[in-house]
């Protein structure tokens, strides 16, 4: 498959060269067309595009796809996503059930699911993420669910709907390291991040959470960062290399090797987490089917261990 870089991801006027170990594939093939006509029919949004990841072309290429609900306008404008900011429409209560049938129709094993911040409804638009949860399920009774929620201001009732709905991974994402939450997160709170995953995490819930690197955190605050996530109960933590959407976001202050990259991910089972996906391309939903599953990353890591000790 041909390859070529990263677009719209460093500036012409970033002070920093991209490396050439950053490079996608161009999107192709049956199964890319597949979901490219579904995502259109169903007129779904999906933060494959509306994030401009990096994984789109591989990701769609073999099927699945992120879907993200209530809406593609956020009402939070945060220093890295390329998500629009702004007014969002009124609440389309017909969605859950639309992205269950795109679901039904792709036939996959595992789905994942986000959504925009919503903080001008009471709710937070979590009435919405319990019909979607639940509307998946009903009609994808062997379909894994993975859900990327935002922090719903921290309002426990909520952060209680997710539990009740019960996807097989909730995953919320600290972004970055305390120090830098204020200018990278503007309207989030990093402490509170960290408070919603413990409640998810004593709901009973498998929990997830991702890091950006690259917009100038020391390691030992990534490692602070992930201390406090595995002090928080999280399962599974993803680490991967922050690219700048547009000219309009934050700069991307250097490009982290993919050795140091490594050496997160062998600190992060050291820590006990149960799965730890870190290299510079690793996005929140890269591999997620695989982190549904207890003990399968610790497992393959320990045995990666054995046999470079034999």
């Known amino acids: 498959m041909q390859e070529l870089p990263i677009i719209n991801t460093v500036p012409e006027t970033s002070k920093v060269k991209k490396p050439n170990w950053l490079r996608v594939k ?73 992205v269950a049938e795109a679901i039904y129709l792709m036939q996959v094993k595992h789905a994942v699911v986000t959504s925009v911040d919503r903080d001008e409804l009471k709710d937070g638009g979590s009435i919405i993420w319990y019909n979607t949860i639940k509307a998946i399920k009903s009609l994808n009774p062997n379909t894994t669910l993975e859900t990327l929620v935002p922090d719903f201001k921290g309002q426990q009732e909520n952060i209680q709907r997710i539990i009740e709905a019960a996807p097989e991974v909730v995953s919320h994402n600290i972004e970055t390291v305390e ?63 922050y690219l700048q959407p547009t000219r309009k976001h934050l700069p991307v202050i250097r490009f982290v090797h993919p050795d140091e990259f490594a050496a997160f991910r062998e600190a992060g089972y050291e820590m006990g987490f149960d799965y730890v996906e870190s290299g510079p391309l690793v996005r929140s939903s890269y591999h997620s089917d695989k982190h549904v599953i207890p003990g399968f990353g610790i497992s393959k890591w320990k045995l990666e261990k054995e046999m470079a000790h034999s």
């Open 26 to 98: 161009l999107p192709t093939g049956e199964n890319y067309k597949h979901v490219r006509g579904l995502v259109d029919t169903h007129k779904l949004h999906t933060i494959c595009e509306s994030g401009n990841c990096p994984n789109m072309g591989e990701c769609w290429g073999e099927g699945t796809a992120t879907f993200m609900i209530l809406g593609n306008v956020c009402t939070r404008s945060c220093g890295f996503c390329a998500v629009a900011t702004g007014r969002p429409d009124a609440v389309d209560w017909d969605e859950p059930q639309r």
């Open 179 to 241: 120090r830098l939450t204020r200018q990278v997160r503007i309207q989030a709170k990093y402490r509170r991040s960290m408070d919603v995953l413990k409640v998810l995490k004593d709901g009973g819930m498998r929990t997830k959470s991702g890091i950006m690197l690259g917009l100038g955190e020391e390691k030992e605050e990534v490692l602070q960062t992930m201390r406090d996530l595995r002090n928080s109960g999280v399962d599974v933590i993803t680490i991967g290399q």
